[in-house]
């Protein structure tokens, strides 16, 4: 089990940049594929982006792809987001979760991902 906790949200304009950091436990946290999912209000949760444990795989999802970039420092325990190019529709409640499978090299399946973090508001004005 992998203890998170996220930051970095905020009110932003579209256009802008925004970058959310996670931060996990010690021992664990680079052991598992990391993943930032989103859920805006009315919505069902989705994927946003995803990496594997070692960093050198990721995956985005259509609607944040060339805009968004995960990345991990597993010295530090933490996964980033960086968010460019902001527009309303990514206001939404962002969550970092990890996936249930240590060292994992494969695909990470969306559902596969526990573990998740409290959430952190990102709001983007138009």
């Known amino acids: 089990q992998v203890q998170l906790i996220e930051s970095g949200g905020g009110l932003v304009q579209a256009g802008d940049s925004l970058i959310l950091t996670c931060v996990g436990s010690?021992?664990?946290?680079?052991?598992?594929?990391m993943g930032w999912f989103r859920q805006a209000p009315g919505k069902e949760r989705e994927f946003v982006a995803s990496?594997?444990?070692?960093?050198?795989?990721?995956y985005y999802a259509d609607s944040v792809k060339g805009r968004f970039t995960i990345d991990r420092d597993n010295a530090k325990n933490t996964v980033y987001l960086q968010m460019n190019s902001l527009k309303p529709e990514d206001t939404a409640v962002y969550y970092c979760?990890?996936?249930?499978?240590?060292?994992?090299?494969?695909?990470?399946?969306?559902?596969?991902?526990?573990?998740w973090g409290q959430g952190t508001q990102v709001t983007v004005s138009s």
């Open positions: 979760a990890a996936h249930k499978s240590a060292f994992y090299s494969a695909y990470l399946r969306p559902d596969d991902f526990g573990s």
């Open positions: 010690a021992g664990t946290f680079g052991k598992y594929g």
């Open positions: 990496i594997w444990w070692a960093g050198t795989m990721s």
